[in-house]
Structure formats: C-alpha cells, structure tokens
C-alpha cells in the first residue's frame, strides 16, 4: 500500500514515515521543501514537491494512494485548509487519518486551534469518511526541547503551569501509533487518545533532568501570559501568542493530567516516560 504523508517535515512526520518504512508500507510526502523533507526522512520516502493546500496538487498526489496522514501546522486557517484537502480527498476514497490535540480541549467553545480540530472532526464523520482520529497531548519533542535550551542559557526552566501535571508523549509514540492505524481499517470510525504513562509536574520534570545531569534546576513560576508575551517578543505573530496563552490557562486547570492506554492498545508497546526521554538526550541539556 502506499500512504500519503502532510506534515513531514514537524517533529510527527519523520516518525510517522520511519515506522511506516518499518512495515514496508510505501510513502509519499507531499511538501512544499522537499530538499528539507530529503533530509529528514527515511531515504525510500517518495518525496512531492508542492503545496498540500492546492487542490489539484493534492489529487494528483493522491493517486494511487490508499491512506491520508492529515497533520498541518496550527493556525487561523487551519481548518478551512484541512477541509479543503479533505474534499479532495473525498474524490478518491482515500482513508484519514487526521491528527488533532489536547482531547478535553476539542470542543466547539475550545481554544481557536482546538474549536479548529473540532471542526474538521465533525466534518469527517458528517461527510462519511473511512477515517480515525489521533489526539496526543503535548509533544515532549517540543517541550522538553524548549526546557534543555533554557537549562543550559540559564539553568532554570519557566512553569506557566502553576504546579499541575501534563501527560507528555513522546512523538516516536505517535508515529508507532499512527502507522497502525494508516495500516488496517479495523480502527476505523475511532478516536485515540495519545498520552505518555503520567503527568509529571514542571519541578518534577526538572528534578528528572538534574538527576541525569548532576546538576540543579531551578523552576521559575511565570503566568501564561507572559508566556505569550515572549512569543511576540521573538518575533511570533498575534494568534500563536493567543494560541499558547490559551493552551497554557487549559493545561494549568488541570485539563492536560489525563492518562490513557490508548499508546499501548495501538502499538503493544508501554509509552515512553519524560524520564527515558531526558536520559535519551541528556547531551542538550549541559552545556560545552
């Protein structure tokens, strides 16, 4: 079979493709930077050079394709632009499988990029789609990633969360996950949501990595504003301010603690914790 993959160049893509590749599945990666997408997947990917929102790009990248990894990056658009792909890829009968996020925020009164998610949910199954939906939490890649570069300018990691926990997943997790379902209909009709085992806290992530690193980390309690404030002042736009600000006030009430075994059912294998992934890279957390 051959799968159709958006979103290949992220922090899911890769993964999706290498354990596709794994299964001796064939993928197309349908992108706008292909020399990027060359470098960072598996070299039996097919790569597409072209703009996934353009409709008869989209179509004739279809062809022959059995399964749609739908995945695009967050935005004010986001869904009339997954919409529009979805209707191409009516035409050809093609599965989805469509990547959305936080599971208790997607809801029509959600955070604008949650209420976005809801939206094209509804429109697979309102439109009658062979599809599945995956809902991972907050990718470790992002921040775990984010807290190593803090770690080593400064020592210190920020908390916007005011002491309550987040069940990160690590995106391997959803790639393992997401090529069994691009790969069998028997989960069709079925939403999954992905979390690692637990929801470790700020501090008891930074005591994670000052185990691994010898050295101590301080957490310094900030508000989800200020967090979206630091956006602007690194040249984000308006909406991905907004956008954290929002994520940040539904993850500090609690909302992100949820932990599912929806890796394990899918993959048969245990998620990865925070802990393994810090020992992982422990080289980006120290400095020199």
């Known amino acids: 079979m051959t799968v159709l993959l958006t979103g290949a160049t992220g922090n899911v893509g890769p993964q999706v493709a290498r354990a596709l590749a794994g299964r001796g599945v064939q993928v197309r990666a349908l ?3 292909p020399g990027r997408a ?49 209707r191409a890829a009516a035409d050809t009968g093609t599965r989805v499988v ?3 996020g936080t599971s208790t925020a997607i809801r029509p009164d959600g955070p604008d990029a949650c209420r976005q998610h809801w939206e094209v949910e ?30 080593r300018m400064s020592g210190a990691i920020p908390d916007p969360l005011a002491g309550a926990g987040l069940s ?26 992905l979390t690692g085992p637990a929801a470790p806290t700020y501090r008891e992530i930074a005591a994670m990595i000052g185990a691994v690193t010898g050295t101590r980390v301080e ?3 900030i508000s989800p504003q200020q967090a979206g404030d630091a956006v602007i002042a690194r040249g984000g ?17 609690g909302e992100s603690e949820y932990v599912t075994g929806d890796v394990l059912t899918l993959t048969g294998h245990p998620p990865r914790s925070v802990g393994e992934f810090i020992r992982a890279r422990r080289a980006e957390f120290v400095t020199g």
């Not at 990248?61 to 990056?73: K, P, S």
């Not at 309102?126 to 807290?147: C, H, S, W």
């Not at 736009?237 to 009430?253: G, I, K, V």
């Open 31 to 33: 992108t706008r930077d």
């Open 122 to 151: 509804q429109y697979l199954v309102k439109e009658g789609f062979d599809y599945v939906i995956l809902r991972p939490n907050a990718y470790m890649q992002t921040l775990v990633a984010a807290m190593a570069a803090s770690v």
């Open 168 to 193: 990160l997943v690590d995106c391997a997790d959803i790639g393992d996950a997401a090529a069994e379902v691009l790969t069998t209909s028997r989960h069709d009709g079925g939403t999954f949501v």
């Open 219 to 221: 957490v310094n309690d």
């Open 237 to 253: 736009t308006p909406w991905e301010a907004q956008h954290l600000r929002d994520m940040l006030s539904l993850f500090r009430n």
């Open 38 to 86: 060359a470098r960072m997947l598996p070299g039996t990917v097919e790569v597409a050079a072209g703009d996934p929102g353009d409709a008869a790009t989209l179509r004739h990248a279809l062809a022959g394709v059995q399964a749609l990894f739908l995945l695009t990056e967050h935005g004010p658009d986001m869904a009339a632009g997954q919409i529009g792909m979805l």
């Open 98 to 100: 469509k990547v959305s």
